[in-house]
């Protein structure tokens, strides 16, 4: 097969790779590596490509999981590198570089109808900014804008071109809504200093989370992961797991709905990241919904936008490799 390009979704913990053939999002051999098994992004690339017995092709298109300038920093991996110097040590003629979670909204609009799960009923407003907003290793957080037709003599919008905005909108301030949530954000004040949602919302979140409600209710401390957690409130094998995964989701739900507010977008919201689909069934019963749409007298507003689970398995990949066709990136 004549690949064109190699797309890749780097996290804080994964390194997911795969080759498209020209102007297609269809992926081809997929591979996840450990970023920990790998002291930078080349050994990786490298390897990726060993491991299938091919050459190099002269075009990427990869995400990574933190801000995109000319020297990407990883947030929460160990992976530091100069985009100039690492498109000339590669060989490559073309490195498109983009956050995490610019390619995650490109690769919503890849997304077919089994990819995604109902979460709230509403109505898409037709040319309206639409949110992608999702916790993992952190929390990120996007926009995907429809762009205005450039040769169009009509103010109209050109729905085949959209424009994702990178944001680091999972560092935002938490803001505590209940009792509860005020005695946790005392205690991670006491630990971080400033907290923000992405301190709450990510899986090293989910056991701070854990932590603080042990301690605020006087609980032996029984899990020390985020898989064990989730693990336990999914089958309702321990309480403070329970009620862990139940301000998680109502912490998600808050910043959704800020965030709705904040970005004016009707257009939808699609949840994504690597936790939400392991507890999809606690979320759609859990109270993200409500605190989503409980913003005073924007409730109706929040409550008419719909919200989408994404539970496609590498939907980074589809959105680096959609980025390779957009005019806008």
């Known amino acids: 097969m004549n690949y064109y390009a190699l797309v890749g979704d780097i996290g804080g913990a994964n390194a ?12 081809h051999h997929v591979q996840v590596l450990s970023c920990a098994d790998y002291d930078n992004f080349d050994a990786a ?3 990726y490509y060993e491991k299938l017995g091919l050459e190099p ?3 990427a298109s990869i995400s990574f999981a933190c801000p995109v300038t000319e020297q990407i920093n990883m947030t929460n991996n160990h992976w530091s590198f100069n985009i100039a110097a690492m498109t000339s040590q590669l060989g490559l003629t073309d490195f498109k570089v983009l956050n995490d979670f610019t ?64 944001t680091e909108g999972g560092h935002i301030s938490f803001a505590p809504l209940d009792a509860l949530q005020i005695q946790i954000w005392q205690i991670l004040q006491q630990q971080y200093g400033r907290v923000s949602v ?16 042990c301690k605020i209710k006087r609980s032996q401390v029984l899990l020390d992961s ?17 009620l862990t995964l139940q301000s998680f989701c109502q912490i998600l739900g808050a910043v959704t709905g800020d965030m709705i507010l904040a970005q004016g977008a009707r257009g939808g919201v699609y949840l994504c990241g690597g936790i939400l689909p392991r507890v999809q069934e606690f979320l759609l019963k859990s109270d993200f919904c409500a605190a989503l749409a409980n913003k005073g007298r924007l409730r109706d507003y929040n409550r008419s936008v719909p919200v989408w689970l994404c539970n496609s398995e590498y939907p980074g990949l589809l959105g ?3 980025a390779l066709k957009m005019k806008s990136v």
């Open 103 to 166: 390619a995650m909204a490109y690769g919503t609009l890849a997304l077919q109808t089994t990819d995604k799960i109902l979460v709230q009923r509403g109505s898409a407003v037709q040319h309206s900014p639409r949110l992608v907003i999702g916790p993992g290793t952190g929390l990120g957080v996007a926009s995907l804008v429809p762009v205005t037709a450039a040769d169009s003599s009509e103010s109209t919008v050109d729905a085949k071109r959209w424009q994702a905005v990178a």
């Open 226 to 242: 985020a898989a064990d957690i989730t693990a336990a409130a999914n089958n309702s094998s321990n309480k403070e797991a329970v």
């Open 198 to 213: 992405e301190r709450i919302l990510c899986g090293d979140g989910i056991l701070a989370l854990y932590l603080a409600i």
């Open 57 to 59: 092709l002269p075009v």
């Open 45 to 47: 690339y490298q390897h």
């Open 320 to 322: 680096a490799a959609t």
């Open 16 to 27: 997911r790779f795969a080759l498209v053939t020209k102007d297609s999002v269809e992926l």
